[in-house]
Nanobody, 120 residues
Framework: QVQLVESGGGLVQPGGSLRLSCAAS????????MSWYRQAPGKERELVAA????????NYADSVKGRFTISRDNAKKTTSLQMDSLKPEDTAVYYC?????????????WGQGTQVTVSS
């Protein structure tokens, strides 16, 4: 059974930091492209950060460049999002996303989401 379980969300003051984690199971994590998305109330879900299967390449939304860092540990089947210098506009539900191929078919899985609230 494919599962992505996020953790690490919470309430933080502006300028603070949080670290989100996503634990994966049920698929070949070391061949999956991993991403973090977020969705704020009344807005569409947007890509925040992504990392290739071996971790050699990353990309970020312009709004988080220089503040967020995505990483992965293939041995532990986890991906993380370190969020620094948080702003109120970073408030959203954050979702872990996995994409992988198996026998020429593409699969996509989402976590249940974790709430991040940046407020004083």
């Amino acid at each position: 059974q494919v599962q992505l379980v996020e953790s690490g969300g919470g309430l933080v003051q502006p300028g603070g930091s949080l670290r989100l984690s996503c634990a994966a199971s049920g698929f070949a994590f070391n061949s999956a492209f991993m991403s973090w998305y977020r969705q704020a109330p009344g807005k569409e879900r947007e890509l925040v950060a992504a990392i290739t299967s071996a971790g050699g390449s990353t990309n970020y939304a312009d709004s988080v460049k220089g503040r967020f860092t995505i990483s992965r540990d293939n041995a532990k089947k986890t991906t993380s999002l370190q969020m620094d210098s948080l702003k109120p506009e970073d408030t959203a539900v954050y979702y872990c996303n996995a994409k992988w191929r198996f026998f020429s078919r593409e699969y996509v899985s989402w976590g249940q989401g974790t709430q991040v609230t940046v407020s004083s």
